[in-house]
């Protein structure tokens, strides 16, 4: 129900209900609105017939009045058709100034009172409609506020980032966005989308180092029902997911050869095929492509298709490691402090020690490694000179520690090159993949 009619007059409620409801179906009706309060927090109740004076020999809609006020305050997009009686314009009019949307002068036609309805109803709707928009617009930009905070730096290297990232994001360029695990590769991405002409539409991040082989053409195509035995059901790949919006593929210089040639393939003809379903379905998406590779590395013909990395690669950002933007790191801790402090309630500052010594650390982890750090500096009220992995490491007492520190040891003597720290580490490529999500590393 979206119409409510309010009257004393049972005979005049009665005919309003009958004239409206061919039009809007069922009619909410109430002799008096003191009941409207509660039917409107329970509600969909887009319009309101309103008599203004309801109790015996009342003619100056003070009543009226007032509860018009009430709703518009409960419900401010929520259309009041005010009833009032011949000869009274002067009442008609002030409440048009309380926020009545139009009115309806005793008697009138079935045309006009349908047409008026309508036209409420439509008013009411496009204004739910606004404030959408509105809330929808106001969020993006908090979004891109934070996020925009959150890329933090003054050093040369950020400055020129960050004017690349002005000067791309509100195109259709794909972008490839490089860097050693930690950096803010996916953030990056996301403010890329944040600034660009599809903000207010999907984005969307296919974790390629996680997805298995198995599982890739379902996963990012999507599948039908019974297109496999666990396909109960029809699925929508996440490359059709992100239709109008940002597809970011995380990781893309793991994606196996075999697996690149689709990949490129539904790049191409901008379309993709769900398993089981030979009909394409058309896409239009955004490309956003990040990886811990050089671009060195994607050259290797051998390991990475360069028609595919043409495709991704029409603009190039590299995220430099924290221990090469040293001048970054003090404003990185401030703004974690400021974080971490706000979530935990508190008022933890470092001292100068402490500071020289977070500048001095090399961070194997990045930026990542850094934030962890000031939160358990925050939670623990640490007053303790930081020592860093290193030190660290003396002190680990349980196996996850001892783990995690040795997998930053040996990510920071490869230089982040997965193939080569895995070998050492004698686990494979996938199992690091994942313990580095797990550790946060």
């Not at 309003?16 to 909410?28: C, P």
């Not at 791309?168 to 930690?182: C, F, K, R, Y």
């Not at 850094?370 to 349980?398: P, Q, Y």
């Not at 040795?406 to 050492?424: C, F, Q, S």
Request: proline share 2%.
């Amino acid at each position: 129900m979206e119409i409510l009619a309010i009257d004393d007059d049972d005979l005049m409620l009665h005919t309003i209900s009958m004239v409206l409801e061919d039009a809007f179906g069922e009619i909410q009706t109430l002799e008096h609105p003191n009941s409207a309060i509660s039917l409107l927090e329970t509600s969909d109740i887009k319009v309101i017939l309103l008599d203004l004076n309801f109790a015996i020999g009342d003619s100056d809609g003070a009543e009226g009045l007032a509860w018009i006020k009430k709703f518009k305050d409960l419900k401010p997009h929520i259309s009041i058709i005010v009833l009032t009686a011949h000869g009274f314009l002067d009442v008609a009019v002030q409440s048009l100034k309380q926020g009545a949307t139009d009115f309806l002068e005793k008697p009138f036609s079935n045309e006009k009172l349908v047409a008026t309805v309508q036209a409420g109803l439509n008013l009411a709707k496009t204004q739910e409609d606004l404030a959408e928009v509105t809330d929808s617009r106001n969020l993006l930009i908090h979004q891109s506020n934070q996020l925009g905070s959150m890329i933090v730096g003054q050093s040369t290297a950020m400055q020129h980032m960050m004017k690349m990232v002005s000067k791309v994001a509100n195109t259709e360029a794909s972008v490839l966005i490089t860097g050693p695990h930690g950096t803010g590769k996916e953030m990056l991405a996301r403010l890329i989308h944040q600034q660009s002409a599809r903000a207010a539409q999907p984005f969307i991040n296919a974790d390629l180092s996680a997805i298995s082989s198995g599982l890739f053409e379902s996963t990012l195509f999507g599948h039908m029902q019974g297109a496999f035995t666990d396909a109960t059901e029809d699925k929508t790949g996440l490359m059709e997911g992100a239709n109008l919006g940002t597809l970011l593929l995380d990781e893309i210089g793991n994606l196996p050869l075999v697996l690149q040639t689709k990949m490129l393939s539904a790049l191409q003809n901008r379309a993709v095929s769900r398993v089981g379903d030979h009909r394409p379905r058309a896409i239009d998406i955004r490309l956003i492509s990040t990886t811990h590779k050089t671009l060195e590395e994607l050259s290797d013909t051998s390991q990475f298709r360069q028609d595919l990395l043409f495709r991704i690669n029409t603009v190039h950002i590299d995220l430099p490691p924290l221990r090469n933007r040293r001048e970054d790191i003090k404003s990185l801790v401030d703004h974690f402090l400021q974080h971490f402090n706000q979530k935990y309630e508190r008022k933890f500052k470092l001292d100068k020690t402490q500071l020289r010594s977070l500048e001095d650390y090399h961070w194997p982890g990045n930026i990542r490694e850094l934030k962890n750090t000031i939160e358990r500096m925050v939670i623990m009220d640490s007053h303790e000179s930081f020592k860093g992995a290193d030190e660290s490491e003396k002190k680990a007492d349980n196996l996850y520690e001892v783990e995690k520190l040795k997998i930053v040891e040996v990510m920071e003597r490869h230089a982040g090159n997965i193939t080569h720290a895995a070998n050492e580490l004698g686990i494979g490529r996938n199992t690091l993949y994942r313990k580095l999500k797990k550790y946060d590393i």
